[in-house]
């Protein structure tokens, strides 16, 4: 679990409990922390939690894990995270032939920005603080940190959780991810929440529907 906080706060608390309730349904859950933009800019906060994906496979052993089966969940800045840390690791290139880090098995995103070159989205000041350059000055770095530019045949089965009137990450940027996974083949569900802000499920109404979702999205595909 990688938490949000548009990559400029925020914690590994914030997921506490996703974590209680994703072990109560058997499942390990671990919840971790990145380097924030002032703290150090992209691509620490992407490096610090593969290093921390990788640290799991490592010592899967040790806390009776299967290195084989694990899924990643974040929002917001953390939506964004897991998305674009799934598909690229599952993308090989030339630069990396196994994939740019360590392979995922799915992916559980809450309103997370998948399209960071769109022009609804591009020029907000975290932007600019995670990336270390405004849009206007480095178009390719925004594509590259973009998860959707990553997706292929290869990437992860994908749950997306939206709400509908999100102020903050456009309902567009979860449509056009679902239309991308989609058109490369990939196993998707896109879960709209209706009449839903931002940051939705901290508020208790709605995350008993969330976990609904991904509990049954976790049994199909992890």
């Not at 058997?26 to 150090?40: F, S």
């Not at 567009?172 to 998707?188: D, F, H, M, R, T």
């Amino acid at each position: 679990m990688i938490h949000g906080g548009c990559w400029i706060d925020g914690g590994h608390a914030d997921y506490n409990y996703y974590g209680i309730k994703l072990a109560q349904l058997g499942y390990a859950a671990a919840t971790v922390d990145y380097r924030v933009a002032d703290q150090a800019p992209y691509p620490a906060a992407v490096d610090d939690s593969r290093n921390a994906i990788q640290w799991l496979k490592d010592h899967a052993k040790t806390y009776n894990l299967d290195p084989d089966r694990v899924a990643l969940l974040g929002g917001s800045a953390g939506g964004h995270l897991v998305e674009l840390i799934g598909y690229a690791a599952n993308t090989p290139s030339k630069q990396y032939p196994n994939g740019p880090g360590p392979k995922v098995k799915a992916v559980v995103a809450f309103y997370g920005w998948s399209d960071l070159t769109d022009p609804t989205v591009r020029d907000p000041y975290w932007n600019e603080a995670f990336l270390g350059k405004k849009y206007a000055d480095a178009p390719e770095l925004y594509k590259e940190a973009s998860p959707i530019t990553h997706v292929s045949k290869q990437s992860p089965p994908t749950i997306l959780l939206q709400g509908t009137i999100d102020a903050v990450v456009p309902m567009s940027q979860s449509v056009k991810l679902a239309e991308k996974l989609g058109a490369n083949n990939v196993p998707y569900i896109y879960v709209p929440f209706e009449g839903k802000f931002h940051a939705f499920d901290f508020f208790q109404d709605t995350t008993a529907r969330a976990l609904y979702f991904i509990e049954k999205f976790l049994a199909e595909y992890l």
